[in-house]
């Protein structure tokens, strides 16, 4: 069993589908999890299954239902027992103002999404390695 897991916060279901099929071939050392809307990704912070396994890292799409990604984010960096772990934001956009927001509620990187699968297949595996390996 891998120990090791990457938090996604995707509704795309085309993303999601995407994002399993490289974790599969190109990022065996890491498994991931996916939740689809910023209240369930709230509920899963509070749990006691989060508490006792944190994710190496947050994935978090700013297009979300129920509550978007950045209103996701501000909620998971005040919570002092969690705020280190490191957060991605993805967007399919590069809005000036969603990137600012970003940083400044505490997310580490933005990152627009690849516009295709082969584009997704080469930045996926360098972000997690980047995140989960060699990122302290």
């Not at 297009?63 to 993805?90: A, Q, S």
Request: glycine share 2%; charged share 30%.
């Amino acid at each position: 069993m891998k120990t090791k897991y990457i938090l996604s916060i995707e509704d795309n279901s085309t993303d999601i589908e995407l994002m399993n099929r490289i974790f599969k071939k190109q990022i065996e050392q890491c498994e991931v999890k996916y939740i689809q809307d910023g209240e369930s990704a709230i509920q899963f912070f509070e749990s006691q299954d989060f508490e006792d396994h944190p994710p190496k890292c947050i994935l978090l799409d700013i297009k979300l239902p129920k509550m978007n990604g950045l209103e996701v984010l501000d909620y998971f960096r005040n919570k002092k027992k969690i705020k280190t772990i490191p957060v991605i934001m993805l967007s399919s956009s590069d809005r000036p103002e969603e990137i600012e927001e970003t940083y400044n509620l505490g997310g580490n990187s933005f990152i627009e999404k690849p516009k295709d699968f082969l584009d997704l297949k080469e930045k996926l595996p360098t972000i997690v390695n980047y995140w989960v390996n060699f990122n302290k």
